[in-house]
């Protein structure tokens, strides 16, 4: 089961911030937050991760809350592009015996960019 | 360009088939991985290798068989005893190591008729 939990749904006018949130409050110490997006009926494409620390890079910005249980995902510039189903994952860590650095999706959030 | 490629985009076959899907990759990864999505539902790994030579079931690996001969090719076959194959198959491949993201190719849809 994912470990994640988020709203099905979002919508957002072009040219505003996405603020997609994800709560998951199970998270354990060692466990990074992976944000990947999926266009229809494409392979996901990576976003960010992190920790515990806010992340950004040239396609969105990662918040994570101190007690680590929440974040959001943050696409500042939304274009109609971005139209797609965001996943939220808490990382099975590689490497080792019976790690796998599998990806548990779940059903993730729909985003959908409005002109 | 490096990346990764599937084919076919799209494949259809008779029930009690075998049919095996391609997944080729030029990023020198070591890790690669298969998992299968159904209409509106997040994805399940199906099977995944960390090296050559080697490779492990993942959550959902009756019906299926895969090999892994060279690092750059990670063929997945479906087989007859895959009870519902219909659906979209995505390969990924990734950097051995901890925390490293994967890079997924366009995906394979599978029609059974």
């Known amino acids: 089961d994912a470990k994640t939990t988020q709203p099905p749904s979002m919508d957002c006018a072009e040219g505003r911030a996405a603020n997609l949130p994800c709560n998951h409050s199970?998270?354990?110490?060692?466990?990074?937050v992976y944000w990947y997006r999926q266009i229809h009926s494409q392979g996901p494409q990576y976003i960010i991760h992190g920790l515990k620390n806010n992340e950004t890079n040239e396609m969105a910005s990662l918040i994570i809350t101190e007690d680590r249980k929440s974040s959001t995902l943050i696409l500042p510039h939304a274009t109609l592009r971005d139209t797609a189903v965001y996943y939220c994952i808490v990382r099975v860590p590689s490497g080792g015996s019976g790690n796998t650095g599998k990806l548990i999706f779940g059903q993730g959030t729909t985003l959908q960019v409005k002109p | 360009d490096g990346g990764i490629t599937q084919s076919p985009k799209y494949l259809f076959r008779k029930e009690g088939q075998n049919v095996t899907l391609s997944c080729e990759q030029n990023l020198n990864h070591d890790a690669m991985y298969w998992y299968r999505q159904d209409p509106g539902q997040g994805l399940r790994l199906i099977y995944y290798s960390q090296i050559v030579n080697d490779f492990q079931k993942g959550d959902i690996a009756e019906g299926y068989s895969v090999s892994r001969e060279k690092k750059e090719s990670f063929p997945l076959t479906v087989t007859s005893a895959q009870k519902n194959p219909t659906a979209f198959y995505l390969c990924?491949?990734?950097?051995?190591?901890?925390?490293?993201?994967?890079?997924f190719g366009p995906g394979t849809r599978l029609t059974v008729l």
């Open positions: 990924a491949s990734s950097i051995a190591g901890i925390y490293n993201e994967q890079f």
């Open positions: 199970t998270i354990s110490g060692n466990e990074y």
